[in-house]
């Protein structure tokens, strides 16, 4: 049991918080027999409050074992059967909001805003596929005709097989959704590896699989470490790996992956370009680039962390965002208006304090913020604006993944294109100017996956989700985030 005192504003069932049975393989909930307990710490105070013992190596392969089984049945249930159990979860997501809204308030260190946006994605993402799944059974068997008219041909899709799925902890839930849904959709059983730091809100799923009647073994779900995903990868049952998470781990995934010659869809890390150029509206170019880099505390792969201004307003439209940023409220839990909360692991507070610190050293001109946010005992920075940010300095090259943004100016728009694509990644971007088709032609000149023009970070299940050169192989959401876990079968007869 834990000791931890919930804080008042924050109503978690305690069976949510004391998941003494972590591990779901087959259709039952299990002890972990992992080595060590993994924690649940709160950001908005670095307390800790639940622990569990994770999966084991062992779990792992029973988890898989019975992904392997349920397969057999699971692939010959029609599209529309599955629409029904999607749309049932769907459906459980939204009667848990209030719950999961909380859990991840108390988990991630998110504003309460926030943390709803990511219950109603996670539930949209279900119904959105839940509407293609429909569809699936119409499309088996399209004729193809061949060239020599004795034969007929004809194009079938199959799922993929048992699927591993591996996630990250900025978006709990939300990128889960983004697999699990279109997995399921397709036909594909599901071992699920959560992220170590946010893992009791994914476990919700397993509670929703057994409220909706899943049939067992079509979800497992195994919590723990690096070792239990490296287990997952190198599991000769699981016939593909989904990855979400930093390119150092993306890397090693796509190794395992390759030694058994399985595909792989990777969702990595970027260091996207916003672009403001000079016709730009100054408000509504400074409330896009602050939502662009402060949601989440900067969490996000596609936080536009490279600020592109036109010189000719570059000035004033500095000081208006200096002015966001200073006037921005962070604060955890304890304040229901926080605008920007903590960063959410330990770990990533030492790394960003450790790129506030270089830019220090470095002497680079912070004109907003640059420290950790002073008396308070969680993981909290200020928000952090650097101007002239040299571009061979790892701020201006590096993925930092929170609250800290570099700025540079430009004297044409062949310029700000050149430095927007002058990177490794290519995940998302964002131009700002009130002529919306000049906008729109700077849009098509840049090397990302998904580029929002006089807007940010807006994400719709029927829209593609991922990235050009290091940030990943693959799209997830819409028709193409479930082509990915369907495979495709010609048919010639000759009779
Ligand atoms: P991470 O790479 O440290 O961990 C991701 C997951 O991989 C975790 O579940 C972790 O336990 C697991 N893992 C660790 N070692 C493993 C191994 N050897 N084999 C298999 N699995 C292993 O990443 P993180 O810190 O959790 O997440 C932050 C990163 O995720 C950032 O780089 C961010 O850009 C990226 N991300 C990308 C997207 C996207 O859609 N492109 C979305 C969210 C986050």
Redesign the pocket.
């Known amino acids: 049991m834990t000791t931890f005192s919930l804080p008042l504003n924050l109503y978690i069932p305690s069976a949510l918080l004391d998941r003494r049975e972590s591990v779901l393989i087959d259709g039952r909930w299990h002890a972990g027999h992992g080595a060590a307990s993994i924690l649940s710490v709160d950001p908005s105070t670095s307390e800790t409050f639940a622990s569990f013992i994770p999966a084991s190596v062992e779990q792992v392969a029973e988890a898989s074992e019975a992904a392997a089984r349920a397969f057999d049945d699971w692939r010959r249930t029609s599209g529309r059967e599955r629409s029904g159990f999607l749309r049932a979860i769907a459906k459980g997501l939204k009667e848990r909001k209030s719950h999961l809204v909380a859990l991840q308030v108390l988990n991630n260190g998110k504003p309460r805003y926030e943390a709803e946006i990511d219950v109603d994605d996670a539930s949209a993402t279900f119904e959105y596929y839940a509407g293609l799944a429909e569809h699936l059974d119409a499309q088996q068997g399209q004729p193809v005709e061949l060239a020599e008219g004795a034969l007929t041909g004809a194009t079938h899709f199959e799922p993929i097989g048992p699927v591993g799925l591996?996630?990250?902890?900025?978006?709990p839930m939300v990128?889960t959704a983004w697999k699990l849904a279109p997995a399921l959709a397709a036909g594909c059983t599901a071992v699920l590896?959560?992220?170590?730091?946010t893992t009791l809100a994914e476990l919700v799923y397993g509670d929703l699989a057994a409220q909706v009647g899943l049939p067992a073994g079509v979800l497992n779900i195994v919590p723990?470490?690096?070792d239990?995903?490296?287990a997952?990868?190198a599991d000769k049952r699981i016939r593909k790996i989904s990855?979400?998470?930093?390119?150092?781990?993306?890397g090693?995934?796509m190794t395992?992956a390759a030694q058994r010659v399985v595909p792989v869809s990777l969702?990595?890390?970027?260091k996207s370009p916003i672009i403001v150029l000079g016709d730009a509206d100054i408000s509504q170019a400074v409330e896009i680039a602050a939502a662009g880099i402060f949601f989440n505390c900067g969490?996000?792969?596609?936080a536009t962390s490279r600020l592109l201004v036109a010189d000719t307003i570059a000035d004033d439209f500095t000081e208006a965002l200096v002015a966001k940023a200073n006037q921005l409220l962070v604060a955890g839990h304890d304040n229901p208006n926080a605008e920007m909360g903590p960063l959410t692991t330990a770990e990533?507070y030492r790394k960003v304090k450790a790129v506030l610190e270089r830019a220090r050293v470095d002497g680079l001109d912070c004109v907003a913020g640059g420290n950790p946010a002073r008396d308070r005992q969680g993981f909290f920075v200020e928000p952090s604006i650097y101007r002239n940010v040299p571009t061979d300095h790892p701020m201006w090259r590096e993925?930092i993944?929170g609250p800290v943004l570099a700025i540079r100016s430009f004297s044409s728009t062949d310029e700000a294109v050149a430095l927007a694509n002058d990177t490794d990644f290519g995940?998302a971007a964002s131009v700002v100017g009130t002529d919306g088709e000049a906008a729109a032609a700077v849009a098509r000149r840049l090397d990302a996956g998904h580029v929002w023009v006089n807007t940010s970070q807006m994400i719709f299940p029927n829209t593609a989700?991922?990235?050009f050169k290091a940030?990943?192989i693959g799209r997830?959401l819409g028709p193409w985030g479930l082509a990915a876990y369907r495979g495709i079968k010609h048919i010639t007869r000759a009779a």
């Open positions: 591996i996630v990250a902890w900025n978006f990128t590896k959560p992220s170590e730091f723990g470490g690096g239990v995903g490296a997952l990868c990855f979400t998470g930093s390119n150092a781990t993306g090693r995934v395992a969702e990595l890390g970027g969490q996000m792969c596609s990533q993925e993944f995940l989700w991922g990235g940030s990943g997830e």
